[in-house]
């Protein structure tokens, strides 16, 4: 019987042991394989994996329709250690490894980093890292915003960063609260969460109205501007066509120039009947009695025909400057086309069963704007609690 080899037994590991092979083997399918490679009965290292996971020892990944893998947390600065000497057992021959061996062990490493790289990101994580970039984002937006509107009740720069300070304070107040209560019902101090949710409503209603103070101002300036520049594009194309209608209307086609040389070339029929008519009338236009009347009575439709041409060219001209300034001026011609187009459509969609106004849809819209900053609190404590690890009482088959 002396070609029959003896396999050493598998040393049975102390927890301390077992994690230190965990940190050096790298992650491990199967609560089964660990439980075996450490000699140690697998109900039992399931319990010692729970408690090194609550201790933040471990972590492990489950994986749909595979066996969870197990892998220690590295700390940051490793524990040094005398090396102990290794047990005795007997070892079969020496075999010369190729070097296509000895690059895979080598390179190892490196695929145990990657593969834990790659197993960090889960569809829970890459949720939670957005919730926590929205949750971010709504908080800036919010804190600016209570900011924002008490200095603008502020009338000195004392008052103003005093209102500026409470603002602050209490949006971040709402901010914190959610997420807040949640940590102190994880760690048992749950009448101090429920004493948490419940101041946030207050802390979300003071915040509201800075939101709804901010949101009111800006769109009511926005729309004050659109139906001012509006009205003066509406104005301004009526005048227009009115000026166009006008000047069709005018008959004389002849020029003010022509029409001046043609009352210079007049003036010698006034000056035949009364010499000094046309100085003291200022050409007939001035001062014109009776006894001046008979002078100037040759060239009346020669002037008549000088002041149509007079308003033709002012007409001309006033088209020209208000049909400059709509070209370079953008053409409104709705005051909130949002609300008016939304209200039409939805009126469309529904077969008119929902019939909105635009002053509806214009205080949905500010409700949206007013809400969405307040809602930080709320995603910052999803942010957390997809963060967390999950339970430890469900085991996974390996």
Not at 15 to 39: H, Q
Not at 351 to 357: K, T
């Amino acid at each position: 019987m002396d070609d029959v080899i003896e396999f050493p037994k598998v040393k049975v590991l102390s927890e301390e042991e077992a994690l230190d092979y965990l940190r050096r083997e790298g992650p491990i399918e199967g609560i089964g394989a660990f439980a075996t490679s450490i000699g140690r009965e697998r109900t039992r290292t399931s319990r010692i994996v729970d408690q090194w996971e609550r201790d933040g020892k471990v972590v492990r990944r489950p994986r749909s329709g595979r066996a969870t893998v197990i892998e220690a947390v590295v700390p940051a600065v490793p524990d040094v250690r005398e090396p102990s000497q290794p047990p005795v057992v007997h070892a079969p021959p020496h075999v010369q490894h190729a070097p296509a061996q000895v690059a895979h062990a080598v390179a190892h490493p490196a695929r145990r980093a990657l593969s834990s790289i790659l197993a960090a990101i889960t569809p829970a994580s890459t949720s939670a890292a957005i919730a926590l970039f929205l949750a971010a984002g709504l908080g800036a937006c919010g804190l600016t915003i209570n900011v924002w509107f008490a200095i603008s009740y502020a009338r000195s720069g004392m008052e103003g960063a005093i209102a500026a300070s409470v603002g602050a304070f209490v949006d971040l107040l709402a901010f914190w609260l959610p997420s807040g209560g949640c940590q102190l019902w994880r760690r048992g101090a749950h009448p101090a969460a429920v004493v948490a949710w419940c101041v946030w409503p207050f802390a979300i209603a003071i915040s509201l109205t800075a939101s709804v103070g901010f949101s009111a101002a800006n769109f009511s300036d926005a729309l004050a501007k659109r139906s001012a520049a509006a009205t003066t594009n509406t104005n301004t194309a009526s005048d227009i066509q009115r000026w166009r209608t006008e000047r069709d209307g005018i008959t004389e086609k002849r020029s003010v120039e022509e029409l001046e040389i043609q009352l210079q070339r007049d003036r010698l029929k006034v000056d035949r009947v009364d010499r000094d008519a046309w100085t003291d009338t200022k050409g007939c236009t001035v001062n014109v009695t009776m006894d001046r009347m008979k002078a100037c009575s040759p060239i009346l439709p020669t002037l008549q025909a000088l002041a149509q041409a007079k308003r033709r060219a002012k007409l001309s001209e006033d088209i020209n400057i208000a049909e400059n300034k709509q070209v370079g001026s953008p053409t409104i011609t709705s005051v909130d086309p949002q609300a008016e187009t939304l209200a039409r459509l939805l009126t469309w969609i529904s077969r008119g069963w929902i019939a909105p106004s635009p002053d509806d849809v214009a205080l949905v819209r500010l409700v949206g704007w007013t809400v969405a900053p307040s809602l930080a609190g709320l995603v910052l404590a999803f942010a957390q609690l997809l963060s967390a690890p999950r339970s430890s009482s469900r085991h996974e088959a390996s």
